[in-house]
């Protein structure tokens, strides 16, 4: 008997809380061979849609948007598959988040007093007074948050963090 390989599936599924048995589906589904599938649920909710796309739904479709559906099935069928509007919104606002917390996770206690001061334009000098830690000291922080972020000084590793969304 030949093995069933279809190049899309969407999946229709029913998501109810709190264990979401068509997730279970989706990922009993991935797991043999990785296949282009398309969720199509009417739950928003946030994690659910996070948890489809980490374990391999290449899309997820509000079924209230039942228009997109041939759209999206020629998309994934060419690989040129697109996120939906319904879940794309959702997508930044983890990715921003995510890359956040990297940074934080990233840098010491020590290194995050020192970009925050440098993100309000202090100097070494003011640095090392208001922190009351030697020139050294500040030096040492900075020459670790440049190899940790980037840049060439500290302004521009400050400028690089500000802008990968370091509060």
């Known amino acids: ?16 809380p709190p264990l979401y048995p068509g997730l ?8 043999p061979r990785p ?3 398309i969720l199509l649920t009417s739950l928003e909710e946030r994690e659910v849609i996070l948890d489809a796309f980490t374990i391999g739904v290449l899309n997820v479709v509000d079924k209230t948007n039942y228009r997109d559906i041939p759209a999206a099935v020629r998309e994934a069928h060419h690989d040129r598959a697109s996120i939906h509007p319904d879940a794309a919104g959702l ?6 988040r995510l890359r956040q917390l990297e940074l934080h996770c990233l840098l010491t206690p020590a290194e ?3 970009l925050n001061l440098l993100l309000q334009d202090y100097t ?10 030697t020139m050294n000291t500040v030096k040492f922080h900075l020459r670790s948050l440049i190899r940790k972020v980037g840049g060439r000084t500290g302004k521009e590793a400050a400028e690089i963090a500000k802008r990968r969304g370091y509060k």
Request: aromatic letters at 2%; zero cysteines; proline letters at 2%.
């Open 35 to 37: 296949t282009k599938m």
């Open 91 to 96: 997508l930044r606002e983890e990715v921003r």
């Open 1 to 16: 008997m030949a093995e069933w390989r279809p190049d899309v599936i969407l999946l229709n599924v029913s998501l109810i």
């Open 112 to 114: 995050k007093q020192v």
């Open 24 to 31: 279970d589906l989706a990922m009993e589904l991935l797991e």
């Open 124 to 133: 070494k000098k003011q640095i090392a007074e208001a922190l009351k830690i």
